[in-house]
T-cell receptor, first 122, second 117 residues
Framework: AQTVTQSQPEMSVQEAETVTLSCTYDTSESDYYLFWYKQPPSRQMILVIR??????QNATENRFSVNFQKAAKSFSLKISDSQLGDAAMYFC???????????????????FGKGTKLSVKP | KAGVTQTPRYLIKTRGQQVTLSCSPISGHRSVSWYQQTPGQGLQFLFEYFSETQRNKGNFPGRFSGRQFSNSRSEMNVSTLELGDSALYLC????????????????FGPGTRLLVL
């Protein structure tokens, strides 16, 4: 079974600085998706960035970028020029690319880490 | 394009009652998944529907059930509520569900906060 681990329960960053959130995962599959979701106090889960495992190039979205190390099964999120609005819980998630009917399993659905609470200091 | 909508947003029930939560996916999305979020267990997958059929099910008791309608809207039902069912229930929709084809990104609704007293 796949697992996702976020080893930093809490992180803090100064406004305008850069912060990196860590995520590691375990899988025997070769084809999958990785995501970072942001959950602010409103509890709305917002997609930050997505990476497809078959792509070697790291995904970027404006101030957000990832460092995807497939062999090491590592998927960190870098937030540049941090803003107050970046304060939230950040969840790393894994999703298999092959969708199989599997009652009792979780293939094809998101497997989340426990989350990292990011605080941004003004 | 409107996002995923969930109703109601807040709900208070007592033990033993049942509850039904509703989710309308993004227009054109045919796959709907449900997740439970609690402080202790984090985010856990409940079930996934596509074309009115349950495709995947997480490790939850039979008190948790769901269905999907022909317009892709989905409902989940929890019978005989227990205190431990208090949680945020999140619905997510995605575009692709074809066996062997790459899965789409899941987009989440605002959630339904259920409190069981």
């Amino acid at each position: 079974a796949q697992t996702v681990t976020q080893s930093q329960p809490e992180m803090s960053v100064q406004e305008a600085e850069t912060v990196t959130l860590s995520c590691t995962y375990d899988t025997s599959e070769s084809d999958y998706y990785l995501f970072w979701y942001k959950q602010p106090p409103s509890r709305q889960m917002i997609l930050v960035i997505r990476q497809e495992a078959y792509k070697q190039q790291n995904a970027t979205e404006n101030r957000f970028s990832v460092n995807f190390q497939k062999a090491a099964k590592s998927f960190s999120l870098k937030i540049s020029d941090s803003q107050l609005g970046d304060a939230a819980m950040y969840f790393c998630a894994y999703r298999s690319s092959s969708l199989v009917m599997n009652y009792g399993g979780s293939q094809g659905n998101l497997i989340f880490g426990k989350g990292t609470k990011l605080s941004v200091k003004p | 394009k409107a996002g995923v909508t969930q109703t109601p947003r807040y709900l208070i029930k007592t033990r033993g009652q049942q509850v039904t939560l509703s989710c309308s996916p993004i227009s054109g999305h045919r796959s709907v998944s449900w997740y439970q979020q609690t402080p202790g267990q984090g985010l856990q997958f409940l079930f996934e529907y596509f074309s009115e059929t349950q495709r995947n099910k997480g490790n939850f008791p039979g008190r948790f059930s769901g269905r999907q309608f022909s317009n892709s809207r989905s409902e989940m039902n929890v019978s005989t509520l227990e205190l431990g069912d208090s949680a945020l229930y999140l619905c997510a929709s995605s575009l692709n569900y074809v066996a062997g084809i790459r899965a789409g990104t899941q987009y989440f609704g605002p959630g339904t906060r259920l409190l069981v007293l």
